[in-house]
């Protein structure tokens, strides 16, 4: 049943862009999960694409990532508060991380200044978390440093603190050294299980990127279930 | 007296605005790999191990040498002294008397004239972001113009002191980089031009004795000046030599490679990136306002054409060559400057609506480029998006000193009897400058075979492959940015790694 459904998203990654998939999942049978879809934008590589050499990044990808979650997941923070460690963002607006619009290019992302910067978003309750995706910039090839994702229940995250990713290897940010690899921005994020956590606020951490200094959103969606 | 007082107001005003632009967080910006690799040439000097022209790496000793001095007052002897405000001095330096150049023309085209010119040269985008950059252009534009203003004296007073003034000015700029000869070259084409226009019955034949002995005696000095610095205060004179072998051995690095249009569109054409409209061009429009302006008068009409001419030669020079990189135009771009300030020549006898206008486009030209100054030099000072950013360091790699020095620090690596790092690959500049602190590091262009065996091995893009190939078992990969799309990898030992992670895991 599990390697049905895995197949089934891999054939629902190769749609179109104008064939978009939901970005609400839905159930396609009663067992006890479902496979997390959700809108992928366009392709859009700016300028002569720079390639990125580096071989034991994870595998740059084809197709949308997969995840099973489960059936009552759905989509937590469309159009929720967000705040940052940087209160004037350089280019756009923090609230363009939660707004639905994944396009690359102008006018579409935030950029944050350089150095570990966070942003958190306010769930309004605490939930069930099922997925964080998320979509730094795709319209060049690069790779985020110090990607951090984090969730909690406290909004100063002073405790009860849970960390969904870390490849902040030399603790850059001072919160913990990370192990997880770097990745290649492409077009279909970045999937990080949320492993079931209980918590109503989200902080992404990151600190520059390989093209750059700067710190840059597109959007962050967060899955999960909430009463 | 009052004219008077307000003219050096203006003069010390702009100094003070120039050395605000120039000096304000000097060090904020990471250093290049241009910068790097003279601050390792610059080491042989104040290291006291001499200095030995290299024909095919090195340009001109001209600028080591002042930074040399500017090292020692700063109490910096070696390499791993060395900081980048002492290394980046000596450019801003450059930067402020070229600021100030334009004193020496104020006697021939006027005062408010040349305060026009110096306020374009104190405002310019592209002389501030690289005068606050190690690198030899700075210092070219500044002999460039003393250069200039020597000869117009020469021409005018046929002098004895002149003539050596005017030599050592030349053989100092031949000492600063080799290419003062396109200079010299753009500058002949533009007399000649002058001479046909204004002398067409000229001939070879009636130039008088003593003018054959000035060309000698400027030729003797720039001869003597460039070969003293180039041989080390004639210690090593095979560095003579070797100044003029450079023309033909000199070894650019690839991927410079641009197109005739790429100048024009660096500084002429406007571009919006990260919130800024990108431009030179409205001090290009003063110039040629400034050449409409003197092009009656014979006097400063000569000036006016020569500069203008001087800045078209320059810059057709400059785009036929392949090789382009930003800080080629610094010299050209003075001459614009300069010519911009001419704008202002005999402005009393513009109407009042022409004189309002002039004042209105200067005011909003040096308004926007000190914004343009700030921006290129503030938070997108080595960004990419920033058109005078130029193969820029990333501020990741400031990073790798200290986090070296963790590693070295723990237990598992001090009872180590060597703690060796490697470097693979060849583009690797400015990483020396980061791994400067620490004594045992190797450069390999290729993976050698004893590779798993040193602690820490920075591979470069190209030999990344190579690397993970021998390196899968025993080392852990991180990620670090060295420049602008040019990510190193750093493979650091398993058990080191292991260690690591065990102090403040998250």
């Not at chain 1, 995706?133 to 990607?147: E, F, G, L, N, P």
């Not at chain 2, 000569?302 to 990189?325: D, E, M, P, Q, V």
């Amino acid at each position: 049943m599990l390697i049905s459904l895995l197949l089934l998203t891999a054939c629902s990654d190769t749609k179109k862009p104008d064939n978009k998939s939901s970005d609400v999942a839905k159930p396609e049978n009663d067992s006890q999960g479902l496979p997390l879809t959700t809108e992928i934008p366009e392709e859009l590589l700016e300028g002569t694409p720079q390639p990125i050499k580096v071989a034991n990044l994870e595998p740059v990808l084809n197709t949308a990532p997969s995840l099973i979650v489960d059936k009552d997941t759905r989509l937590l923070s469309r159009n929720k508060p967000v705040s940052g460690s940087d209160d004037f963002p350089i280019i756009g607006d923090l609230s363009y991380i939660t707004d639905g619009d994944k396009e690359a290019g102008e006018g579409y992302f935030v950029e944050l200044i350089d150095g570990p910067q966070w942003v958190q978003i306010d769930l309004g309750q605490t939930a069930r978390l099922s997925a964080v995706w998320i979509w730094h910039y795709h319209s060049q090839k690069r790779a985020y440093h110090d990607v951090i994702v984090q969730v909690s229940n406290n909004a100063d995250f002073n405790d009860s603190v849970i960390t969904l990713f870390n490849n902040d290897y030399d603790n850059t940010s001072g919160q913990g050294k990370g192990t997880d690899q770097p990745y290649v921005e492409t077009r279909f994020g970045k999937l990080i299980d949320a492993r079931s956590s209980e918590a109503r606020y989200v902080r992404l951490w990151s600190c520059g990127n390989t093209s750059n200094d700067m710190n840059h959103y597109i959007e962050v969606e967060v899955f999960g279930s909430a009463e | 007296m009052r004219r008077k007082s307000l003219t050096w107001v203006g003069w010390i005003a702009l100094f003070f605005l120039a050395a605000w632009l120039r000096l304000n967080n000097l060090e904020s910006t990471p250093i290049h790999a241009d910068e790097a690799t003279g601050a390792k040439i610059l080491s042989q000097r104040i290291e006291g191990t001499g200095y030995n022209f290299d024909p095919k790496h090195y340009h001109g000793p001209f600028p080591s040498l002042v930074a040399e001095s500017i090292a020692r007052l700063s109490g910096e002897t070696s390499w791993v002294d060395l900081s980048l405000f002492t290394l980046r001095l000596g450019s801003v330096i450059a930067g402020l008397l070229t600021v100030m150049s334009p004193l020496l023309w104020a006697k021939t085209v006027g005062v408010v004239p040349a305060l026009a010119a110096a306020a374009c040269l104190a405002s310019s985008p592209l002389l501030v972001y690289y005068n606050r950059i190690y690198i030899h252009e700075s210092w070219l534009l500044l002999f460039g113009i003393i250069t200039l203003a020597a000869l117009h004296r020469l021409y005018a007073r046929k002098n004895l002191p002149m003539a050596i003034i005017s030599g050592i000015s030349i053989g100092l700029l031949f000492a600063i980089k080799e290419s003062f000869v396109l200079s010299i070259l753009a500058w002949a084409g533009s007399a000649t031009l002058l001479l046909v226009i204004h002398r067409p019955k000229l001939r070879l034949h009636r130039l008088r004795p003593q003018s054959l002995t000035l060309v000698f005696l400027l030729v003797l000095a720039s001869f003597c000046t460039s070969s003293y610095l180039y041989s080390d205060g004639f210690r090593n004179l095979q560095g003579i030599i070797d100044s003029c072998k450079t023309y033909i051995d000199y070894e650019t690095a690839p991927g410079h490679e641009k197109k005739f249009s790429y100048y024009l569109h660096f500084l002429l054409w406007p571009k919006k990136t990260v919130g800024t409209l990108w431009t030179e061009i409205t001090v290009f429009a003063l110039a040629a306002i400034g050449l409409w302006r003197t092009g009656k008068e014979r006097k400063s009409g000569s000036i006016g054409i020569f500069l203008a001419t001087a800045t078209l030669l320059h810059w057709i020079l400059y785009s036929c060559i392949a090789y382009k990189t930003p800080w080629l135009m610094l010299l050209p771009w003075g001459h614009v400057c300069l010519l911009a300030g001419l704008a202002f020549y005999n402005y009393q006898t513009l109407s009042l609506t022409q004189r309002r206008s002039l004042l209105l486009l200067f005011i909003g030209s040096i308004g926007w480029q000190i914004v343009q100054s700030r921006e290129a030099t503030g938070t997108y000072a080595n960004d990419e998006r920033n058109p005078y950013a130029y193969v820029a360091t990333s501020r990741d790699a400031r990073k790798i000193p200290e986090w070296i020095q963790q590693i070295q620090a723990l237990p598992e690596a001090s009872i180590r009897q060597n703690n060796r790092i490697a470097v693979i690959g060849k583009q690797y500049w400015p990483l020396p400058w980061f791994l400067r602190d620490f004594r045992e590091v190797e450069y390999h262009p290729i993976p050698n075979k004893s590779l798993a065996d040193y602690s820490i091995v920075f591979a470069l893009p190209e030999q990344n492959t190579a690397c993970d190939a021998r390196l899968d078992k025993s080392h852990d990969k991180f990620l670090k940015s060295l420049r602008s799309n040019v990510p190193v990898s750093i493979y650091l030992q398993k058990d080191l790694a292991k260690a690591w992670y065990q102090t403040n895991p998250q």
